[in-house]
């Protein structure tokens, strides 16, 4: 088992940058896919960015690449999500997530989340 505590949200204007950080509590976080999701009122949870476990591939959502980078700290049992370019629509409650190995497209463990607020 899993248990996910992200941190780094907050408040930030239009074209600036946040890095949000996910520590991971577990014997064996390096085992896990982990990625980052976004949820606003009235909508459904939205997928940002994976990484996987295995050989580091990451994966993004179209309204995200070339603005955030997803990265992990197996040693620091830490994922990591840097945005940058950061538009108002991007405000919303940030949740990471993992996957366990055997299962990687089910996301099991969820963190509490984390809020970014972007002003225009």
């Known amino acids: 088992q899993v248990q996910l505590v992200e941190s780094g949200g907050g408040l930030v204007q239009a074209g600036g940058s946040l890095r949000l950080s996910c520590a991971a509590f577990g014997r064996t976080f390096s085992t896990y896919g982990m990625g980052w999701f976004r949820q606003v009122p009235a909508n459904e949870r939205e997928f940002l960015a994976a990484?996987?476990?295995?050989?580091?591939?990451?994966y993004y959502a179209d309204s995200v690449k070339g603005r955030f980078t997803i990265s992990r700290d197996n040693a620091k049992n830490t994922v990591y999500l840097q945005m940058n370019s950061l538009k108002p629509e991007d405000t919303g409650v940030y949740y990471c997530?993992?996957?366990?190995?055997?299962?990687?497209?089910?996301?099991?463990?969820w963190g509490q989340g984390t809020q970014v607020t972007v002003s225009s």
């Open positions: 990484i996987s476990w295995s050989d580091g591939n990451t």
């Open positions: 997530a993992a996957a366990p190995a055997d299962t990687p497209d089910r996301y099991a463990y």
